[in-house]
Nanobody, 123 residues
Framework: QVQLQESGPGLVKPSQTLSLTCTVSGGSITTDYYYWSWIRQPPGKGLEWVGAIGSSGSTYYRPSLKSRTSISKYSSRNQFTLQLRSVTPEDTAVYYC???????????????WGQGTQVTVSS
C-alpha cells in the first residue's frame, strides 16, 4: 500500500523559506493518473490546499500562495518537495503530503495522506 512521510525542519524563522520533503513508498511518483499534493492545517482552522504536482511535472498552486510556492519532484528518489518563501507566523500549521486523484482536494477519502508534520514560524 502507498505510504507517504513528511520530513523537514519544525521551526522556521520569519522571512525565511519553509522546505519540506515527502518520501513515497509502495508507489511511484511517475505513475500517471495521480497528483502529489501539499495540504496544511493552521491551529484551530480547517484543512487548506497549498499546491500539487502531477506525474508529468505540471504544477498547481493555491492562488493566494502562488507567488511564494514551489513544488518539485525527484523521481530517482521517489520524493517531492514544498518550498514556501517569505514565511510569516500565519504559515504555522501541520503540513501534510498526499497522493490524490483530484489535485486541489482536501478530502482524506480521495487519496493517501502522510501523518503530517508540525511547522512553526517564529523568531
Amino acid at each position: 500500500q502507498v505510504q507517504l512521510q513528511e520530513s523537514g525542519p519544525g521551526l522556521v524563522k520569519p522571512s525565511q523559506t519553509l522546505s519540506l520533503t515527502c518520501t513515497v513508498s509502495g508507489g511511484s511518483i511517475t505513475t500517471d493518473y495521480y497528483y502529489w499534493s501539499w495540504i496544511r492545517q493552521p491551529p484551530g482552522k480547517g484543512l487548506e490546499w497549498v499546491g500539487a504536482i502531477g506525474s508529468s511535472g505540471s504544477t498547481y498552486y493555491r492562488p493566494s500562495l502562488k507567488s511564494r510556492t514551489s513544488i518539485s519532484k525527484y523521481s530517482s528518489r521517489n520524493q517531492f518537495t514544498l518550498q514556501l518563501r517569505s514565511v510569516t507566523p500565519e504559515d504555522t500549521a501541520v503540513y501534510y503530503c498526499a497522493r490524490v486523484s483530484i489535485f486541489d482536494t482536501v478530502r482524506r477519502d480521495l487519496g493517501y495522506w502522510g501523518q503530517g508534520t508540525q511547522v512553526t514560524v517564529s523568531s
